[in-house]
């Protein structure tokens, strides 16, 4: 899994700083998170108001975050990927 650890860190070094922020603050979630969550978590530093929800989606798309429907009521829940390559 040596290559999937590079490819993150590599893909980590071509964010820009709000997205990096924001992927350290959602680094706190051991199981996943809800959008509510990522927003109240994310809220404040070099992310402001309703960009946490751009910063997210852009993150999802180059697949450091990972989107998954969820069976339960609160719909979409999301994960990091780990550095070892599996999902936390």
Do not use: P
């Amino acid at each position: 899994m040596r290559d999937r650890s590079w490819s993150v860190d590599w893909s980590h070094d071509l964010l820009s700083n709000a997205e990096k922020d924001l992927f350290a603050r959602l680094s706190v979630f051991a199981g996943g998170f809800t959008l509510q969550a990522a927003e109240a978590v994310c809220a404040g530093g070099k992310v402001y108001g309703n960009e946490s929800l751009d910063l997210l989606g852009s993150l999802v798309e180059q697949s450091l975050i990972l989107a998954e429907s969820g069976e339960e009521s609160d719909g979409v829940r999301y994960r990091c990927w780990s550095r070892s390559g599996s999902t936390r």
